[in-house]
C-alpha cells in the first residue's frame, strides 16, 4: 500500500526547497547589480545577508550542494571584508565563479531523484484565460518543454495562488472571467508587488487601440491576439524570464610603470571589472591570448613603442581584429589623436581620468563588442550556435576528453518531414518548429552542453562527461517530449518529430570521424522509419 502520509510530507518537502532556489535568486540579483553600478559597503551587507538567509533554508531542507555553495560564498565575502571591503579582479572571478556554480546548482529531493524532472520544480507559469478547457491543454503542452504550468478558472483562485507562490510568468486573458476583467485584475496585482512579474496578455479578437495602452499600464510585456499554441508562447515567457548571464567584464591594462595609476585599478575593479595590468608592451602582446579581454586600455605614450604601434602589432592577429582598444592620453592635440583613433584605436580618455566616465565609457565599449560576437558566433534564427562555431566546439570538447579521459558524446538531430511541413503549411511554421526544438533542447539539457545549428532543420548536441548510454537515454526522452507538442494554434492536431544518430569518441577518433560517424547513425534512423534514436556501435566507426 501507498503511504499516503509519508508521499504528502514528501510534497511539501519539495514545496518548501523552493525557497532555496527563490533565495539563491535573491543573491544572484545582488551580485548581477554589480553589472549597472558600482561596489560598495552597502553591496557586501545585502549580498552578505542574502547568502546567510541562503544558508538558513538550505540547512533547514537539507540541500548539501547549497550549502557548501553558500559556505564558500560567505568565505569569500570575508576575504573582501579583510581587504578593506573593496573587490580585486581575483575576488571578482572568484566570486563570479561561486556564483555560477549556484546558478547551475539544482534541488536534491531524494537519493535517487531523477535530474531531468529539476526543471518541473522551478517556479510555475500561471494561465488565466477566459478559455479554461484551452488553459489546461496549454499546460500540458508546456510541461513537454520542463515548465510547471497553473491553470485558473476564477480570479479568486489565482488571486490565492498568487499568495500562495509567486511564478515564473504570468499569461493573463484581457476578457478573463468578464470583459475587461483580465486588465483590472493585472492592474490591481501590480500595485500589492514588490516588482514587476513577467506578464502576457492575450486576446483572441484584435483589441482596440485605448485597450492596448490600458495593457501596458497594466504592466503587460507582451499583447498575444488570436490563436495561442505553446510553442509560441514558450518563446515569449523565455525572453520575458530569461535570468541574466553575469560573466566580469576583464579589461587589459598596458601603461608604462612610471605613469601607471592604481586608481583607475581600484575604480574598475569596484565596478565588478577584471583587470590585468601590463608594464611592458612585448609581454602584453602574448597576455592577450591567455587573459582574452574585453578591452584593452593603451596608454598613447610608452617608452618602447607608443600605443597606436602596439595597437598595430595586435591587428596583426584575425583573433584580436575586433578587440575595442581605448586610448589614454594627456595630449591635447586634436589632429594627434584623430591620426591615433585612425590606426587601431575605437576610442580615447583624457588624463586624469573621470571615474564614472571611464566606468561608462568601458561598459559601453565591452556591451557592443559581446554582442557583436554573440551574433558572428550563433545563428539569427534559433540563436544556437552556428555551424562553424559547433565544429570549434566540438573540436574543444574532444581535445579536453583524450587530456582527461572523460567520455564524449556527440549527436546530431534532423526534423523528419520537414520540406512537407514546409510545403504545406508555410515556411513561418517550419520557422516555428526549427525555434521550438532549439528551446527545447536548451530548456532540457544542461548549460554545459553546446547545441548548434548544422543548417537547415539540422541541429547538433555536443554532450560533455557523457557517455553514449546515457545520452541515449537523454535524447529519446526529449525525442518522445517533442513529438507531443502541438504546433497549431486551432483544433486540429499538428505535430513534428525529428530523427537523431548519436556516436562517442573513441580512441585514436578525430572530430571528423566523430562526426560521420553521428551522421551515419541519423542516417540509419532516417532509414529505420524515422522518429527515433539510433546509437553507433564501436564496430560502425
Avoid at 458 to 474: G, H, K, M, S, Y
Wanted: include cysteine.
Amino acid at each position: 500500500m501507498i503511504d499516503t502520509e509519508s508521499v504528502g510530507r514528501e510534497r511539501n518537502k519539495q514545496h518548501f526547497a523552493q525557497r532555496v532556489i527563490h533565495q539563491a535568486n535573491q543573491v544572484l540579483d545582488v551580485w548581477q547589480r554589480l553589472q549597472y553600478g558600482e561596489w560598495s559597503s552597502h553591496s557586501l551587507r545585502d549580498l552578505r545577508e542574502a547568502n546567510l538567509l541562503l544558508l538558513r533554508h538550505a540547512e533547514r531542507f537539507e540541500q548539501a550542494a547549497h550549502c557548501l555553495l553558500s559556505q564558500q560564498i560567505a568565505t569569500c565575502l570575508e576575504a573582501i571584508e579583510s581587504n578593506s571591503g573593496q573587490l580585486n579582479s581575483e575576488l571578482i572571478s572568484e566570486l563570479n565563479q561561486l556564483l555560477q556554480n549556484l546558478s547551475s546548482t539544482g534541488l536534491s529531493l531524494c537519493a535517487h531523484s531523477d535530474p531531468t524532472t529539476l526543471a518541473q520544480l522551478l517556479k510555475p507559469v500561471y494561465l488565466a484565460l477566459q478559455d479554461h478547457p484551452r488553459a489546461v491543454y496549454l499546460a500540458r503542452q508546456l510541461e513537454n518543454f520542463g515548465l510547471s504550468a497553473t491553470a485558473f478558472c476564477s480570479s479568486d483562485s489565482f488571486i490565492q495562488a498568487m499568495t500562495d507562490r509567486e511564478p515564473a510568468a504570468i499569461v493573463m486573458d484581457i476578457d478573463f472571467c468578464a470583459p475587461l476583467h483580465g486588465l483590472q485584475l493585472a492592474a490591481d496585482m501590480r500595485l500589492s508587488m514588490e516588482h514587476a512579474l513577467p506578464l502576457v496578455f492575450f486576446s483572441s479578437n484584435p483589441p482596440v487601440s485605448d485597450i492596448r495602452l490600458q495593457a501596458a499600464r497594466a504592466g503587460g510585456k507582451d499583447l498575444l491576439v488570436g490563436g495561442l499554441d505553446a510553442s509560441s508562447l514558450i518563446e515569449r515567457i523565455d525572453v520575458l524570464s530569461r535570468a541574466p548571464d553575469y560573466e566580469p567584464f576583464k579589461v587589459m591594462l598596458i601603461e608604462a610603470p612610471e605613469s601607471r595609476d592604481s586608481q583607475m585599478t581600484a575604480t574598475l575593479n569596484n565596478a565588478g571589472i577584471v583587470t590585468l595590468n601590463i608594464g611592458e608592451p612585448a609581454v602584453a602582446l602574448d597576455a592577450l591570448g591567455e587573459f582574452q579581454p574585453d578591452v584593452l586600455i593603451l596608454d598613447m605614450d610608452m617608452p618602447a613603442c607608443s600605443g597606436p604601434e602596439l595597437a598595430r602589432a595586435m591587428r596583426f592577429n584575425d583573433q584580436h581584429a575586433n578587440l575595442p582598444i581605448i586610448y589614454l592620453s594627456t595630449r591635447d592635440d586634436l589632429d594627434q589623436l584623430t591620426d591615433a583613433l585612425s590606426e587601431g584605436g575605437d576610442d580615447f580618455l583624457a588624463k586624469p581620468l573621470q571615474p564614472g566616465l571611464l566606468i561608462t565609457v568601458v561598459r559601453n565599449r565591452v556591451a557592443h563588442a559581446r554582442s557583436l560576437k554573440s551574433r558572428l558566433l550563433r545563428d539569427r534564427l534559433t540563436g544556437l550556435f552556428n555551424h562553424t562555431h559547433t565544429l570549434h566546439l566540438l573540436e574543444q570538447e574532444q581535445q579536453r576528453a583524450q587530456r582527461s579521459g572523460l567520455p564524449l558524446s556527440f549527436a546530431v538531430l534532423d526534423i523528419d518531414h520537414f520540406k512537407v511541413a514546409n510545403d504545406t503549411h508555410g515556411y513561418p511554421l517550419g520557422d516555428r518548429v526549427i525555434k521550438s526544438l532549439a528551446l527545447f533542447l536548451k530548456r532540457r539539457l544542461r548549460k554545459s552542453d553546446h547545441i548548434g545549428r548544422l543548417g537547415g532543420e539540422e541541429i547538433a548536441v555536443i554532450l560533455p562527461d557523457t557517455d553514449i548510454a546515457n545520452a541515449c537515454q537523454v535524447l529519446d526522452d526529449i525525442r518522445s517530449r517533442f513529438a507531443a507538442i502541438n504546433f497549431s494554434s486551432d483544433e486540429l492536431a499538428l505535430h513534428c518529430t525529428f530523427s537523431c544518430g548519436i556516436a562517442d569518441l573513441q580512441e585514436g577518433m578525430d572530430v571528423k570521424s566523430l562526426a560521420r560517424s553521428a551522421d551515419d547513425a541519423l542516417w540509419k534512423a532516417k532509414n529505420a522509419g524515422r522518429n527515433q534514436v539510433i546509437c553507433s556501435l564501436p564496430q560502425d566507426n
